[in-house]
């Protein structure tokens, strides 16, 4: 079984910065790709950040383009996701996911994502 396990969540001030990890055990971790994902009270989940399996490519929504960076290190089977110029309306739980074994491409959509951690509460005041 796969498993993730995410991190490093907390409450940051607007215009500050918050790295998320995501560790991942159970299944090859290289042999899928991962995203990020978040969901704020009363709205729908919405997609963050993708990687692919090898970590060459990566995809942004438009709302964190340029503040948002996300990484993998295959080696320590962990995904990354630093947060910089952080403002209130990023205030979610984020939530990592991976796509099933052996599915290395990015995308975009929760449905194509098999397995899930259970989220970190990431707070922005204004």
């Known amino acids: 079984q796969v498993q993730l396990v995410e991190s490093g969540g907390g409450l940051v001030q607007a215009g500050g910065s918050l790295r998320l990890s995501c560790a991942v055990s159970?299944?090859?971790?290289?042999?899928?790709?991962m995203g990020w994902f978040r969901q704020a009270p009363g709205k729908e989940r919405e997609f963050v950040a993708a990687?692919?399996?090898?970590?060459?490519?990566?995809y942004y929504a438009d709302s964190v383009k340029a503040r948002f960076t996300i990484s993998r290190d295959n080696a320590k089977n962990t995904v990354y996701l630093q947060m910089n110029s952080l403002k209130p309306d990023d205030t979610a739980v984020y939530l990592c996911?991976?796509?099933?074994?052996?599915?290395?491409?990015?995308?975009?959509?929760?449905?194509?994502?098999?397995?899930w951690g259970q989220g970190t509460q990431v707070t922005v005041s204004s």
């Open positions: 159970g299944r090859t971790f290289s042999s899928s790709a």
């Open positions: 996911a991976a796509r099933s074994i052996g599915s290395p491409l990015i995308d975009t959509s929760t449905s194509r994502y098999a397995y």
């Open positions: 990687i692919s399996g090898s970590g060459s490519t990566t």
